[in-house]
Structures are given as structure tokens and as C-alpha cells.
């Protein structure tokens, strides 16, 4: 199976479809191996959805309900469960961006791939900066520069890892908000000019073939157009 790792993961949402995939014969394409977020919120809800594959996997969800009745997780219970101690080994309260952290992480990644030049990197840089609510809080007499919100440039980040470990692919998701931005083209530009041992990326829409992409709206994903039962529109990048 292909490894995924999931940075700036949230909840586990990217993470959790690529999960969920399964190939037509039924079986699982992908493995997700590492997840790094800095929310403590996030990051509990990272581990209870690893937590639960594990033990879907291993036949065994009376032990998850267990957990969940009993709060097994608040106690030294859950410390001699296999199912849990593998779950907390493959999530990691990060916050990149910090030295310590990014030291942290690298070293993670590297044990994780294990020289495995075949891999998934999934994330969403924080979106706050890109929102439209949000931006309001930018406006000038020549419209809205978020060049101040350090969460802006939090997308080197995502460079860095592409930089320095070379993913296989990469998808990058935010809010719509961000194609309206300052920053969407600086974005576009820099995700094509990293290099990896000097091979570079290509970027591609998921809906819409690449021959026809001529504006920034081409790369907005509509949930509704999926059969998702709501209107949530999100901007993919596939490198």
C-alpha cells in the first residue's frame, strides 16, 4: 500500500478518504502513517479515527466501543492497547513552522518512509488567512493584502517538506477564498518551481481536464457536483 502523510491534517478529513479508498476488488490503495496538526482538539480526533481502523481492521470494535463507554483513553488502561499505542505512534501534535517542530517532523517522516520513494503528501495550510470573513480584517484603499497574517505564509512550509522529501504526489486543498487573495498566484508559481533532486511538479485540476484550465476558478472542487449533499466548495491542487 501507498503511504500517506497528512501535515497542517485538521481533523483528518483528506486523511480520511484516503483511507476509506478501496480498489475495485475491495482492497485498501492506501495507508495513512503519519498525520501532524498543533490543535490538541484535532489531534485527539486524529488518534480515536486511527484508533478506530485499527481496530475495524483487527476485528475487534468491541474494544473501541469500550473505549469510547468507558473513557478507557483517560486512564493507564489504554497504555498496554496495541491498537492505541500504534494510533498515538502515527499521529503528532506538530505546529510547523516552529525549529523544534520541523526537527521533530522530519524526523518522523524519514522513519515513517524509510527510504520509500513512493509516498502521498496530503494538507491544508491554514485557511483562516484565505477566508473571506476573514480578509476583512486586511482591507486597504488597495484591496486586501493578508501578507501580515503569518498563517499566509504557512504553505512554505508545505514547500519545505516537498523540497526536502519529494512526495510521489501532493494534494493541496483550501477554502475558495484563497483564488481571490494576493496569494494564489505566488502559490501556483512556487508549487511548480520546487525541485526535488531537480525534478519538478506539474499541477493539475480535478475538475477540470488540464487542457481546458485557463483561470484560478478551474481548480475549485464543488462537493454538490459529487453527489455530496452540500454546497461546499473547496480549491485542490493535484502536483
Not at 490543535?39 to 469500550?66: D, P
Request: one cysteine or more.
Amino acid at each position: 500500500m501507498i503511504p500517506v502523510i497528512d501535515v497542517f491534517a485538521g481533523p483528518g478529513g483528506l486523511n480520511e478518504g484516503f483511507a476509506q479508498f478501496r480498489t475495485s476488488d475491495g482492497k485498501a490503495y492506501f495507508k495513512p502513517r503519519l498525520a501532524a496538526e498543533m490543535n490538541s482538539h484535532a489531534v485527539a480526533t486524529l488518534r480515536l479515527r486511527k484508533y478506530f481502523r485499527l481496530c475495524l481492521k483487527n476485528n475487534n470494535l468491541e474494544k473501541y466501543l469500550h473505549h469510547l463507554s468507558s473513557k478507557a483513553h483517560l486512564r493507564s488502561e489504554s497504555e498496554n492497547d496495541e491498537n492505541w499505542i500504534a494510533a498515538n505512534a502515527e499521529v503528532a501534535k506538530i505546529e510547523l513552522g516552529v525549529e523544534a517542530d520541523n526537527d521533530k517532523f522530519d524526523r518522523l517522516l524519514h522513519a515513517v518512509l524509510q527510504n520509500n520513494d513512493t509516498w502521498v503528501l496530503l494538507g491544508g495550510p491554514p485557511c483562516q488567512a484565505y477566508s473571506n470573513v476573514r480578509r476583512w480584517a486586511f482591507r486597504s484603499d488597495n484591496g486586501f493584502d493578508v501578507s501580515s497574517d503569518h498563517r499566509a505564509h504557512l504553505y512554505t512550509q508545505y514547500l519545505r517538506i516537498i523540497q526536502s522529501f519529494g512526495p510521489s504526489v501532493f494534494v493541496m486543498e483550501n477554502v475558495k477564498g484563497v483564488i481571490s487573495s494576493n496569494f494564489f498566484d505566488r502559490i501556483i508559481y512556487d508549487l511548480e518551481n520546487v525541485r526535488f533532486k531537480e525534478l519538478g511538479y506539474k499541477i493539475y485540476s480535478l475538475a477540470v481536464p488540464n487542457s481546458e484550465v485557463s483561470r484560478p476558478q478551474d481548480f475549485i472542487v464543488k462537493s454538490e457536483d459529487y453527489g455530496v449533499p452540500q454546497r461546499r466548495h473547496r480549491v485542490i491542487l493535484l502536483g
